[in-house]
């Protein structure tokens, strides 16, 4: 396998740290673990942490992920925060992509600061509470 998770469930989310090597393939396989997981755990708040090795992948990889997993997930989740120290500007790119076909996702250069936010949600919050709620928003 390309790729492992480790899951660390909290109250209010579960944190998925992934490592392996960076691919296409890897992040889609993964995506699709990290929501049955959440599924099977009846959590659907997740902070996906993901370090993995390789290049960077190229911008339309990025957009047909973003794309298809927000189309695989509709629905499911009621906030993922997504952490890759690695990603820079892309990180933005894929939640505006992700956003824009509906999902709850909101990126971010660490750990401390995603957990800020889950945090900061309130238990049965709406997705649209979600995206109106700020907490010190990254540039």
Known sequence: MAYQ?????????????????????????????????????????????????GARLPTMDVFAIASQGAMNALGIFHAIAYVDEKMGDMADFAETVAVNRGMPVRAFSNVENAKKWLYALQEGAREQDIFLHQVGREG
């Not at 660390?8 to 392996?20: D, W």
């Not at 960076?22 to 995506?31: F, G, I, K, P």
């Not at 049955?36 to 708040?45: I, K, L």
């Open 5 to 53: 998770l480790a899951f660390e469930r909290h109250p209010q989310y579960i944190h998925v740290t992934v490592t392996g090597t960076n691919s296409r393939d890897a992040v889609m396989r993964y995506l699709e673990d990290v929501q049955r997981e959440c599924v099977s755990q009846d959590c659907y708040r997740v902070l996906i942490e993901e370090r993995l090795e």
